[in-house]
């Protein structure tokens, strides 16, 4: 009985090996050319790396980049986006393996690397634009001050008295600049236009509710620019302002929250933000370009996914990381929100904004900038050189 089994085993095997070249010799001997006829184009793993380069009101803009991926890869089923946090190091080092996109602040790669975009970004005036790399969020500066100790920023620091406080330059902010474009505006003697602005909200009338919808402010006239006060100097701002010891200084989005969290404990002065100057200058951008390959498949993903983040979806979620929208969509702060107010002022000003492959601007800006409360000129054409170099 048991070599009766084992003859039909064999029987049943004798068939089966024919019938399996058969079958093989009928499937694709690649099943890449299948995925594709499912998918409808390639598929696989684009590598995005992020060189963030400094914080975004949530410290760190990852959890909008993972939102945004998410919803790329649902609309392209098999296609996936593997972001990896990198330092600016990794963009100029070699022998390692390039990856598809680059998402990095101005300066810190090489436009050689970048293929060109192949669409226009809807991106909203004022914003740099290069064919190689589009911005796809922001951030800023405004004045925050003790309502205890001032009522609004005066016209002009010099006798009043009060001490102003400012951070050290940082490679991750050019704190001079911010401060020079914030003391641009010049002013009359007989202006007066004290406030009592609630906290949060800047006194130039800008709305939270509607800021496409403000006016955009006419710069203050007259002969008077504005100084700091004599013996300024940049250096650990943040304890004094906090412990009373500064009237106002400089902040970010990121310097925003942090008052938020100490007013929501109890401590910390009472604050407000502020707007002042003729123009708004930030160094605080995001960039991405998609990096030069053969596939161009694979490139044509890389560009929709740039364009995604471009997209109305993704754009009106930056509120969820503190950071602002760069197209005219808004960016979804709700109504009483502080940095709805400090986006508002974004929208109206100016903006001062080095462009993505310029590798020299901040050497350049730091010495147009640098000491600039101790130089005769005035602030307002500091600025003006400033600005012809950034747009340079």
């Known amino acids: 009985m048991r070599k009766l089994r084992t003859l039909l085993c064999l029987l049943i095997l004798a068939l089966t090996i024919p019938a399996a070249i058969h079958l093989k010799g009928a499937l694709p001997p690649d099943t890449q050319p299948m995925i594709e006829k499912k998918y409808g184009g390639w598929s696989g793993v684009l590598r995005l790396w992020v060189c963030e380069g400094w914080p975004v009101g949530a410290?760190?803009?990852?959890?909008?980049?993972?939102?945004?991926?998410?919803?790329?890869?649902?609309?392209?089923?098999?296609?996936?986006?593997?972001?990896?946090?990198?330092?600016?190091?990794?963009?100029?080092?070699?022998?390692?393996?390039?990856p598809d996109l680059v998402l990095f602040p101005p300066g810190a790669a090489?436009?050689?690397?970048?293929?060109?975009?192949?669409?226009?970004?809807?991106?909203?005036?004022?914003?740099?634009?290069?064919?190689?790399?589009?911005?796809?969020?922001?951030?800023?500066?405004?004045?925050?001050?003790?309502?205890?100790?001032?009522?609004?920023?005066?016209?002009?620091?010099?006798?009043?008295?009060?001490?102003?406080?400012?951070?050290?330059?940082?490679?991750?902010?050019?704190?001079?600049?911010?401060?020079?474009?914030?003391?641009?505006?010049?002013?009359?003697?007989?202006?007066?236009?004290?406030?009592?602005?609630?906290?949060?909200?800047?006194?130039?009338?800008?709305?939270?509710?509607?800021?496409?919808?403000?006016?955009?402010?006419?710069?203050s006239e007259g002969a008077l620019s504005c100084r700091l006060p004599e013996g300024f100097a940049p250096g650990e701002a943040w304890h004094a302002f906090i412990n009373g010891a500064a009237a106002a200084m400089p902040v970010t989005a990121r310097e925003v929250r942090r008052l938020e969290a100490l007013s929501d404990q109890g401590v910390g002065p009472d604050w407000r933000l502020a707007a002042a100057g003729d123009a708004a200058f930030t160094d605080q951008v995001l960039y991405i370009g998609a990096i030069n390959q053969e596939n161009a498949d694979r490139l044509t993903l890389c560009r929709a996914f740039i364009a995604h983040l471009l997209s109305d979806e993704c754009q009106a979620e930056l509120h969820r990381v503190g950071a602002f929208a760069v197209t005219g969509a808004d960016s979804g702060y709700p109504a009483g929100d502080n940095l709805r107010a400090m986006e508002a002022l974004l929208r109206q000003k100016p903006l001062l904004i080095p462009a993505p492959f310029d590798a020299g601007w901040r050497q350049d800006a730091a010495g147009i900038v640098r000491d600039f409360w101790r130089d005769d000129r005035e602030p307002a054409a500091i600025l003006g050189l400033l600005a012809r170099r950034i747009g340079q």
């Open 59 to 98: 410290g760190s803009a990852a959890g909008w980049i993972n939102r945004c991926v998410a919803s790329f890869e649902k609309r392209h089923p098999g296609v996936y986006v593997q972001p990896e946090a990198v330092d600016a190091g990794a963009l100029s080092a070699q022998g390692l393996l390039p």
């Open 110 to 219: 090489d436009t050689a690397l970048f293929a060109p975009l192949a669409f226009d970004p809807p991106l909203r005036e004022g914003l740099p634009r290069d064919p190689r790399a589009a911005p796809v969020l922001l951030g800023g500066y405004l004045w925050a001050y003790n309502a205890g100790m001032i009522d609004r920023i005066p016209d002009s620091w010099r006798d009043t008295g009060l001490s102003v406080a400012a951070p050290d330059d940082d490679p991750a902010h050019l704190w001079s600049a911010a401060l020079l474009a914030l003391c641009s505006s010049k002013y009359s003697a007989a202006d007066d236009r004290a406030t009592d602005a609630p906290q949060g909200e800047i006194e130039l009338g800008l709305s939270r509710d509607r800021p496409e919808e403000t006016p955009v402010p006419a710069p």
